[in-house]
Nanobody, 125 residues
Framework: VQLQASGGGLVQAGGSLRLSCVAS????????IGWFRQAPGKEREFVAA????????SYVDSVKGRFTASRDNAKNTGYLQMNSLKPEDTAVYYC???????????????????WGQGTLVTVSS
């Protein structure tokens, strides 16, 4: 599966953005989707994940209550709604797809088989 991430941009603190991750292929529902980010000079970190069916989600503590992961399997698309953005959310955001037969989220980057190209989110103070 190939992934195309989009939706990044420049936003003021407190604003919102919605990232999209469109997948090619017909087996999108076989993949858990994850969102990771990498800020300048830092390692890539887990942000959010959603299970194959969309029933389960996981978040890093710093975004809980502000970010929401969702997906539309009919459209082969995953989403990350980001509200109440903070300057520390500034990073390149990547979506990943992890092939799994399980029904839970996948939070470890090592399990992700496919990655999108990344989309830059810049939050100004």
């Amino acid at each position: 599966v190939q992934l195309q991430a989009s939706g990044g941009g420049l936003v003021q603190a407190g604003g919102s953005l919605r990232l999209s991750c469109v997948a090619s292929g017909r087996t999108f529902s076989s993949y858990a989707i994850g969102w990771f980010r990498q800020a300048p000079g830092k390692e890539r970190e887990f942000v959010a994940a959603i299970s194959r069916s969309g029933d389960s989600t996981s978040y890093v503590d710093s975004v809980k209550g502000r970010f929401t992961a969702s997906r539309d399997n009919a459209k082969n698309t995953g989403y990350l709604q980001m509200n109440s953005l903070k300057p520390e959310d500034t990073a390149v955001y990547y979506c990943g797809a992890a092939y799994t037969r399980g029904f839970t989220t996948v939070t470890s980057p090592g399990y992700y088989n496919h990655w999108g190209q990344g989309t830059l989110v810049t939050v100004s103070s």
